[in-house]
């Protein structure tokens, strides 16, 4: 390599926005990392990170240490306040307030991150190959899409109950099929994206598979927005399945899960809101934490996924 | 003389439109023989890259109809079954495409770009498919390569990519490549350096050249023959050097006349060529050439000129002669 030429790479390499100017070029910033670091200068998405991690440790080491067994039964100590014993009161069964909430992040964490992934396991592949192959495969899968999308995602999650019969695992199963049709959608849109960069073209004109070049070339073009979607998604997932439960047609009793137990303390709202207050919270802060980190992401992946995907066409 | 390794034969592709079915190439037949630089000449329009991505059946049919015969060592490359039309892709016909800072999938690093078509057409191993990646990024004159196989293409510079492009190109050893205005988005120097490279690859690997451009200055300086293609059909086709001395027909001409010449006593006007390149779905009944040009006569409009020959190896497709026009 010539001397001048050296100085061309150098020279474009510099202004191009993406690296830190003087920065030599050997430097690796890959995209990962850059990703995770734009997350972390976002507060929100911090705040979202770490309420997160109290959630995932509450629902993996929760039924070692809450102070009560969630499903001892107190009469004497029925609808107490919040106190020292009791840091969110008891219920009507003098059952733990507090330690039915730690346990409960369980059933909300693990029907959302299920549901969502049924959802991700359906829509991620309809979108692929509609936006891929377009013509009638199209048309056929995002009309049926279109059908699920139009239906309220309650209402839908409810029929669908009423087939399968009510039960946590049903209640997945629901969920992810009433989300099928946003990944779907998502996923599509940026495959027809995608379709016509110049990349997947070359990626043909050298011999490879339509699966090949779905899987290798598009897949991981379009994965941004669908993580975006994804955490947005398990807020989604989370607060479906409380309403579900506070329907009874999610988790049945007696085991603990937030919508079932707000549902349970509506009965008692005068006597002891502690009953339904705490598990509202509960939902609150995880929706809103997988909110916050949602925004996040979106923040530092989507101005990238604008200026790195440019569509050709030929001449 | 030898067989050609690709002989075009009324190479026709339309497409449906609303207004219609575009006619965007129209009956076009050339030869490319072994090791030579074809270079296919045209601007904005003139079907020249869609003639080529057809070839090898990369446009989407529908909305595009392919027509005619391709024969590529005999086979016909527009009858290949998907199977077969892939195994050729890559491995024996390559193609380099115009813009190199998008030819490349961004979120792969490059070595694992430049695997591929070896692990799909070569059956090479992991660990072999590298090491050839890297002798073929030294090839192509990427310094330090064994370092910058693992590079994403953001690291690298426009002249770069386009290096990597062609090292992809020549991964497997083909036997033609398509190069489709492949140093058009980059600086001449760039541009120079580029040009060199494929024409010592040429020389050494014994490798046919399709060059596709609008750059009548590079034709000059590496095709050994020029297919001059308007409105879909080939106007004039020759050796190069007849082509730039004789310039039979008007439309070579009015090309040749709107470059600069470089040296000229005093800076002379630029001649462009007036009006635009003709509609696809409305073509013109005769010549294709004829509204714009400054020679035209009635019959010119009513009936298009046949291909003829004008010399030794010198099709031109005018109903006059030099002579006649240019006296």
Not at chain 2, 247 to 268: F, K
Not at chain 2, 287 to 309: I, K, T, V
Request: net charge negative.
């Amino acid at each position: 390599m010539t001397s001048g030429d050296e100085g061309l790479a150098r020279g474009a390499q510099a202004s191009d926005p993406s690296h830190d100017a003087g920065a030599p070029i050997a430097e690796h910033r890959s995209r990962t990392h850059a990703t995770v670091e734009t997350v972390l200068r976002n507060r929100l998405a911090v705040a979202g990170l770490v309420i997160l991690a109290v959630l995932v440790l509450a629902a993996i080491i929760g039924p070692w240490v809450i102070p009560y067994e969630i499903n001892e039964i107190d009469i004497a100590n029925r609808l107490t306040g919040p106190s020292t014993d009791h840091w969110f009161g008891t219920d009507e069964l003098g059952r733990d307030v507090f330690s039915r909430v730690v346990v409960g992040a369980r059933v909300s964490l693990v029907v959302g991150f299920v549901a969502v992934g049924i959802a991700l396991i359906l829509g991620v592949p309809i979108g692929l190959i509609s936006g891929f192959y377009g013509g009638a495969t199209d048309s056929t899968l995002m009309r049926f899409m279109d059908i699920l999308f139009s239906l309220p995602a309650i209402l839908l999650a409810i029929a669908i109950l009423a087939v399968l019969g009510p039960g946590i695992v049903n209640a997945m199963i629901a969920i992810g099929i009433v989300y099928t049709p946003i990944f779907a959608r998502i996923t599509r849109g940026s495959v027809l994206t995608i379709r016509q960069s110049v990349f997947v073209r070359a990626a043909e004109s050298l011999g490879a598979t339509n699966n090949r070049i779905l899987r290798t070339h598009i897949l991981p073009n379009v994965m941004a927005p669908i993580i975006v979607q994804t955490s947005l998604s398990l807020a989604f997932a989370i607060l479906a399945e409380a309403a579900l439960s506070f329907l009874g047609l999610g988790v049945q009793p007696p085991e603990p899960a937030w919508g079932r137990m707000l549902a349970e303390g509506r009965s008692f709202f005068e006597q002891a809101p502690w009953m339904a207050i705490f598990p509202g919270l509960a939902i609150v802060l995880t929706v809103m934490a997988f909110n916050f980190v949602g925004d996040g992401l979106r923040d530092a992946l989507d101005p990238q996924q604008r200026s790195v995907i440019e569509s050709r066409g030929v001449g | 003389m030898t067989e050609p390794i690709l002989s075009v034969r009324d190479l026709t592709v339309s497409f449906g439109t609303r207004l219609g079915r575009a006619r965007v190439v129209n009956g076009l037949s050339y030869d490319v023989e072994p090791g030579e630089t074809l270079a296919i000449v045209g601007e904005s329009g003139s079907g020249k890259s869609v003639s080529s991505l057809a070839l090898l059946q990369l446009l989407p049919t529908p909305p595009a109809r392919v027509e005619g015969e391709a024969r590529f060592h005999g086979d016909d490359l527009l009858a290949m079954e998907d199977d077969e039309i892939r195994s050729v892709r890559g491995n024996r016909i390559a193609m380099i495409f115009q813009d190199p800072m998008t030819s490349l999938n961004p979120v792969r690093t490059v070595g694992y770009q430049l695997i591929e078509p070896l692990k799909m057409h070569m059956g090479l191993d992991a660990a072999s498919a590298r090491n050839r990646a890297i002798d073929l990024l030294d090839l192509v004159g990427i310094p330090s390569a064994a370092e910058r196989v693992d590079d994403y293409p953001h690291q690298f510079s426009g002249g770069m990519r386009q290096r990597v492009m062609i090292a992809m190109g020549i991964a497997c050893n083909p036997d033609l490549l398509i190069a489709d205005e492949a140093t058009t988005a980059l600086d001449v120097t760039t541009q120079a350096q580029i040009l060199d490279e494929i024409g010592r690859l040429q020389s050494e690997l014994g490798l046919s050249v399709i060059w596709i451009t609008h750059d009548l200055g590079v034709v000059a300086g590496i095709a050994d023959r020029v297919v001059v293609l308007y409105g879909g059909a080939i106007m004039e086709e020759a050796a190069v050097d007849p082509l730039y001395e004789e310039r039979r027909h008007p439309y070579t001409r009015a090309l040749l006349a709107s470059l600069p010449v470089p040296g000229a006593d005093r800076p002379n006007r630029l001649r462009a060529i007036p009006g635009l390149p003709p509609d696809p779905t409305r073509m013109p009944p005769g010549c294709p050439f004829a509204p714009r040009c400054a020679h035209a006569q009635e019959s010119c409009s009513q009936q298009a000129p046949e291909l003829r020959e004008a010399g030794e190896a010198h099709l031109v497709a005018c109903h006059f002669d030099p002579e006649e026009l240019y006296a």
